[in-house]
């Protein structure tokens, strides 16, 4: 396969969208637009890669359609993968997994499901002021 480059056109200048095989050039557009809409949101480290999408020879294969992102957000590496019947499916799918990929390695990971110590097992309490050791069975001197 012979892969021809896309160029940027239209995404950060950093995010490079590469054809492989028969890809038309409204497939590619399609999937600039929608890759540019995940990069170029407001709020994002920097983010550098690539993206390819590609189209087997093969007629017989069920989903023809794969691509691939190999970008780096910031400090952090994401890659993401996706295969499907239609050009416009594999773009889409891979614009979901994206962005969720994205939105987690912009957020230092999974902030979300950080575990919190409950107070009967030395955490804090919700009512205690941030940053302070507040123990409540503490001995009093007498």
Do not use: C, F
Not at 60 to 66: G, R, T, V, Y
Not at 87 to 107: G, K, N, P
């Amino acid at each position: 396969m012979t892969g021809r480059n896309a160029g940027a056109r239209g995404i950060a200048a950093v995010v490079q969208v590469r054809a492989e095989g028969e890809v038309s050039e409204g497939a590619l557009a399609y999937a600039r637009s929608k890759i540019d809409a995940v990069v170029n949101r407001p709020g994002l480290p920097v983010v550098t890669g690539e993206v390819r999408i590609a189209k087997a020879a093969a007629h017989h294969a069920e989903h023809p359609w794969s691509a691939v992102a190999d970008l780096r957000v910031g400090t952090r590496v994401v890659v993401v993968h996706a295969e499907e019947a239609t050009s416009q499916e594999v773009t889409d799918r891979l614009q979901d997994r994206l962005r969720r990929q994205v939105e987690r390695a912009a957020h230092g990971g999974s902030a979300a499901h950080r575990l919190v110590t409950p107070p009967w097992r030395g955490g804090q309490s919700p009512e205690a002021p941030v940053g302070r050791n507040t123990p409540t069975d503490t001995p009093t001197s007498g």
